[in-house]
């Protein structure tokens, strides 16, 4: 599984929205990442990639992340 970072600006305003990425390489999913800012780049919020990296338990907050930093 995959994750990609994106990162949306708006004039002046900038921020980051992340999305899980099917794809079975990471070479997959970066190519369906730049797609996808292609895609979404019609309007006035403009979409760049930031990164993609592969994940186990994207956007997850559990048990198993608390641990991890001391909790």
Do not use: Q
């Given at each position: 599984?995959?994750?990609a970072?994106?990162?949306?600006?708006?004039g002046?305003?900038?921020?980051?929205?992340?999305?899980?990425?099917?794809?079975s390489?990471i070479?997959?999913?970066e190519e369906?990442?730049?797609r996808?800012t292609?895609?979404?780049?019609r309007?006035?919020?403009r979409?760049?990639?930031?990164?993609?990296i592969e994940?186990?338990?994207p956007?997850?907050?559990?048990?198993?992340?608390?641990?991890k930093l001391?909790?």
């Amino acid at each position: 599984m995959f994750m990609a970072e994106f990162k949306l600006r708006y004039g002046d305003m900038k921020w980051y929205v992340r999305r899980i990425v099917e794809a079975s390489s990471i070479e997959e999913a970066e190519e369906k990442a730049k797609r996808y800012t292609e895609l979404m780049n019609r309007g006035d919020v403009r979409w760049e990639l930031s990164y993609v990296i592969e994940v186990e338990r994207p956007l997850i907050i559990g048990d198993e992340e608390l641990k991890k930093l001391g909790a």
